[in-house]
């Protein structure tokens, strides 16, 4: 056995008690579990390190954490995949959920629990994905003052604040690029700004390979981000149900987004887009209490005008022309400049 | 003159350049200014202090601060109301525009620009009025550490940070009251919580007064936040602008509600209901580069949901029927304690 191939060890899965009737039977045959190929976000299997593995048959496996983010995760899974107030089509922007499995470890530290979750780029061949974390604030209101003072340092200094939602990873299929796919570094990622943002969403669209160095072409934009079935159409599907819902706050969960370039080329009028859009990354999520999650909502709004922007505006600078100016820079501000006696 | 009476001293006026073709004629008699009756926020004229004047004709006079604050909302002011991308109608959510004057202040220090703006409770006898400040984050990205980290306290001891909206201030019409109002201190709203919220909420358009102790019987619901014309359906035309407007970023900025309790108990079903929805407070915009302001538009969804409830739960704790449990407190959830090796 590699350090990074597992056999899947069926005798020490732990199914949550009260949630067996509705998981579905895994199949008899041991499956190989392997680091995902195709992941941007979150902790990675490598080097031997704690990581997610796949089983190459669609279901993913995420080791629980032992601060208790593994344990929250699992427990919104299970309450979440079963609450009769959740709408089946919200339900479906959701990873289906597989159930707790102890599985040998990817660090080889030993058995420990994994989520398992439906593998979201299962049948993918050269997926393009982005991952973007949504919410003008990733902490908890109970959070730790450690935690809070981590998150909000991160949440000023990146997008976070200033958009509602930052990109926390991306691969873009880019037949030039060594491994196929052109996947900025999480250092690159990290530092994103606004103006990054917009170019990485119109890079994300576009039939010219990032590594071109030109302009994005967004050829691919009314195909992935518009039409019936894209993600704008999807985002605001769940928009809607944000709008009116108070079960849930998600705090740190992201969007990830999935398309195959040759697939939405190759595309015919009136055929299915085949983008996936799902809902990821519950380790803090908080009772809603009657209160809408204003903080996913006003980010999901923000990120689906940046998107609709792709759409609408191919240049990428129409907002430019529509500003109001407040500041002095040009001098038509000193009028107010003397006013204090 | 006594302390809290001041004499217009048109001399004095300083209109900023540019914006005296837009500003109508002030009258030419000269009229007394003294404090406002019914402010319920920000800084009250009291006792001698520093504060806003108003001249019994439909203007209010707000000094400008000395920090920059003053000339922000002046700057705010003048570029806003002549702005071509405003849409007249949201122009009128605004309170008028009558440019800056030198009065005398209230404090007795001398004379000092004002701003000049719309009395917004002008004409109204026996005012209910409520300030709310909206968005989840009082403070623009890009303030001073001192100013963020008294901002953020606040915040998060608030229930702006939980809610997306505070109420910094309310008076309701009481018969039974001293002075004709339930008010309650400055302190006292300082420290409300959700529930609290909730329950003002409800006082604001009910028939019993808030002083008899009984719950609120929202027997005005339907007439104050209700209808074509009422504080919903005026929310909802906000909702839409800042759902799509990229302009500018509001932050501390508030959404005041006047009404008249007897004007709206004897209206006719089809008559207006006479509730004037304004927002107020510009003393922090920021420029919005092309990003719509999720903070200000997340915490104005919530306001709407927390309205909408008052409407159509008239018991006040619908909300409790319809919840997502994740924590253990009942032990129902103890099915996740174990799952760490």
């Given at each position: 056995?590699?350090?990074?191939?597992?056999?899947?060890?069926?005798?020490?899965?732990?199914?949550?008690?009260?949630?067996?009737?509705?998981?579905?039977?895994?199949?008899?045959?041991?499956?190989?579990?392997?680091?995902?190929?195709?992941?941007?976000?979150?902790?990675?299997?490598?080097?031997?390190?704690?990581?997610?593995?796949?089983?190459?048959?669609?279901?993913?496996?995420?080791?629980?954490?032992?601060?208790?983010?593994?344990?929250?995760?699992?427990?919104?899974?299970?309450?979440?995949?079963?609450?009769?107030?959740?709408?089946?089509?919200?339900?479906?922007?959701?990873?289906?959920?597989?159930?707790?499995?102890?599985?040998?470890?990817?660090?080889?530290?030993?058995?420990?629990?994994?989520?398992?979750?439906?593998?979201?780029?299962?049948?993918?061949?050269?997926?393009?994905?982005?991952?973007?974390?949504?919410?003008?604030?990733?902490?908890?209101?109970?959070?730790?003052?450690?935690?809070?003072?981590?998150?909000?340092?991160?949440?000023?200094?990146?997008?976070?604040?200033?958009?509602?939602?930052?990109?926390?990873?991306?691969?873009?299929?880019?037949?030039?690029?060594?491994?196929?796919?052109?996947?900025?570094?999480?250092?690159?990622?990290?530092?994103?700004?606004?103006?990054?943002?917009?170019?990485?969403?119109?890079?994300?669209?576009?039939m010219n390979p990032p590594s071109d160095g030109a302009k994005p072409d967004c050829g691919l934009a009314s195909a992935v981000y518009g039409g019936p079935d894209g993600v704008l159409a999807q985002l605001r599907e769940l928009k809607e149900w944000f709008e009116e819902q108070t079960l849930l706050h998600f705090y740190s969960a992201s969007v990830l987004v999935v398309y195959e370039k040759d697939a939405v080329a190759g595309q015919q009028p009136e055929g299915s887009s085949g983008v996936r859009l799902k809902l990821v990354d519950f380790a803090h999520v908080e009772e809603?209490?009657?209160?809408?999650?204003?903080?996913?909502?006003?980010?999901?709004?923000?990120?689906?005008?940046?998107?609709?922007?792709?759409?609408?505006?191919?240049?990428?600078?129409?907002?430019?022309?529509?500003?109001?100016?407040?500041?002095?820079?040009?001098?038509?501000?000193?009028?107010?400049?003397?006013?204090?006696?």
């Open positions: 056995m590699t350090p990074n191939i597992y056999t899947c060890r069926r005798s020490l899965y732990a199914i949550p008690r009260g949630t067996a009737g509705v998981l579905p039977t895994l199949p008899m045959a041991e499956p190989m579990l392997k680091p995902p190929e195709h992941q941007v976000a979150g902790h990675r299997t490598l080097d031997g390190k704690l990581g997610p593995l796949v089983d190459g048959r669609g279901l993913f496996y995420k080791p629980l954490q032992g601060d208790g983010r593994g344990k929250d995760e699992v427990t919104f899974y299970s309450v979440f995949s079963s609450h009769p107030a959740v709408p089946p089509r919200i339900l479906s922007f959701f990873p289906r959920f597989h159930g707790t499995h102890v599985l040998p470890s990817s660090d080889g530290s030993g058995p420990r629990p994994h989520l398992a979750l439906e593998d979201l780029v299962a049948g993918f061949r050269f997926p393009s994905l982005i991952d973007i974390k949504i919410g003008a604030r990733t902490w908890p209101l109970g959070s730790s003052d450690d935690y809070f003072r981590k998150c909000i340092a991160r949440d000023r200094e990146s997008t976070t604040a200033s958009l509602g939602f930052r990109i926390s990873g991306v691969q873009i299929q880019d037949p030039r690029a060594a491994a196929g796919f052109w996947r900025p570094s999480k250092s690159d990622v990290r530092v994103y700004l606004i103006p990054d943002t917009r170019r990485v969403l119109r890079q994300f669209v576009s809603g209490n009657g209160v809408i999650d204003h903080n996913f909502f006003g980010g999901l709004c923000s990120l689906i005008k940046f998107i609709s922007d792709v759409i609408n505006d191919p240049e990428g600078d129409g907002w430019k022309s529509n500003r109001v100016q407040l500041s002095c820079e040009n001098g038509n501000m000193e009028k107010n400049g003397n006013l204090m006696p």
